[in-house]
C-alpha cells in the first residue's frame, strides 16, 4: 500500500523536492497553477491545507516567511488543529528556530509530531534531487522519514531537537551571504583589469576559490541571467532572522551584516523578483 504523503507549497523548490516522493500525494499551493505539473502527473489537488491534513500521513510543507509557517501550523485552519495522532508534519522552509521549537510544542499535546527539515542547494539542487536536508526533532521519527527526506537530497543530517535545523541552516546561510559578496567583487575586479571574465571565472573556480556559488550562479551574472533559483526576498529574510539569533547570543557577525545591507540596497524589484545572483548589480 503506498504511503499517503501531503505536499504543501509548490513553488520554485517545492514542485521539484514534490515529484521524488513515491507514494499516493496530495497537494496544495496557494497558486493552483504551480502545482499543475505535479497534478498532471497524478498529484491529488486540495482545496485548502485541512484537506492534506484529513488525507496524508506524512506533510511537507514549504513556505515563504516564518508568518507563513506559524499560520500553516498553529493558526485557526492551521495542521495542528486538523492533524491526528501519530502523523509526521515535516518544515522544509527556512524560519526560525524558536518558532520551530514552539510548533513542535504545540504538535507534541496533540500527539503529533514536527520536524524542521531546511534544505540547501537552490533550484538545481531541487530539480536534480540533490538538496543538503538539516534535521531537527525527535531523533526516532527522523528515522522513520528519513528515507522520505533522502529521495530529493543527497545530503540528509540530524543535528538534534527541534529548531537545530534551522540553526543549521543559518550557518550555512552566513557562509553563503559572506561568499556571495566575493564572487560578485572578484567577477567586478576581473572586468575592471580589463580580463577575459569568463576565462578568469573558468579557471578560479576550479582552484582554492571554488564553491557552489561560483561554479552556480557567477555564470548567471554574467549572462545578465537573473531568475531566481532562491528569491532575494526570502535571502534577505533569512539574514534578518540569523541577526536575530546572533543578537540573542551575544555575538556579531560584521561579514552577514555587510551582506544584509549590500542586498537591501538592491532595488525593490531587485528583491523582489531576482535571485540572489542579482548582488552583481550592486557593482556593475
Known amino acids: ?14 514542485a521539484s523536492m ?39 500521513e506524512v506533510i511537507f510543507t514549504m513556505l515563504g516567511y516564518p508568518d507563513d509557517v506559524r499560520q500553516m501550523y498553529l493558526g485557526e485552519d492551521g495542521l495542528i488543529e486538523y492533524g491526528r495522532q501519530g502523523q509526521v508534519l515535516i518544515d522544509c522552509t527556512t524560519s526560525s528556530p524558536e518558532l520551530a521549537s514552539e510548533i513542535a510544542r504545540a504538535a507534541e499535546e496533540k500527539g503529533i509530531f514536527v520536524l524542521d527539515a531546511p ?60 561568499g556571495m559578496i566575493g564572487v560578485a567583487e572578484s567577477l567586478y575586479y576581473a572586468k575592471s583589469a580589463g580580463l577575459d571574465v569568463e576565462r578568469v571565472l573558468e579557471t578560479i573556480s576550479k582552484g582554492a576559490a571554488g564553491s557552489w556559488s561560483l561554479s552556480n550562479l557567477a555564470p548567471r551574472m ?50 523582489k523578483n531576482d535571485g540572489t545572483q542579482t548582488i552583481i548589480n550592486r557593482y556593475i
Not at 500500500?1 to 517545492?14: D, L, N
Not at 528515522?143 to 535545523?165: C, D, I, K, T
Not at 532572522?241 to 551575544?250: D, N, P, Q, R, T
Open 1 to 14: 500500500m503506498k504511503m499517503k504523503i501531503g505536499f504543501i507549497g509548490t513553488g520554485v523548490m517545492g
Open 222 to 271: 554574467l549572462s545578465g541571467d537573473f531568475k531566481p533559483g532562491f528569491y532575494t526576498h526570502h535571502f534577505l529574510k533569512d539574514m534578518k532572522i540569523v541577526l536575530g539569533e546572533a543578537e540573542k547570543m551575544g555575538i556579531q557577525l560584521p561579514g552577514l551584516q555587510l551582506a544584509y545591507e549590500l542586498y537591501n540596497d538592491l532595488s525593490d524589484e531587485q528583491k
Open 18 to 56: 514534490a515529484k521524488f516522493l513515491e507514494g499516493e500525494l496530495y497537494v496544495f499551493n496557494r497558486t493552483k497553477l504551480k502545482a499543475q505539473e505535479l497534478i498532471e502527473d497524478g498529484a491529488v489537488w486540495c482545496e485548502n491545507p485541512r484537506e492534506v491534513a484529513e488525507q496524508a
Open 119 to 178: 534544505v540547501s542547494g537552490g533550484d538545481v539542487g531541487a530539480q536534480n534531487g540533490t538538496l543538503s536536508t538539516m534535521v531537527g526533532g525527535a531523533q526516532e521519527v527522523f528515522y522513520r522519514v528519513e528515507p522520505l527526506l533522502q529521495s530529493f537530497s543527497n545530503s540528509v543530517s540530524y543535528f538534534g531537537p527541534a529548531g537545530s535545523g534551522q540553526h543549521t541552516k543559518m550557518a550555512n546561510q552566513i557562509a553563503i551571504a559572506s
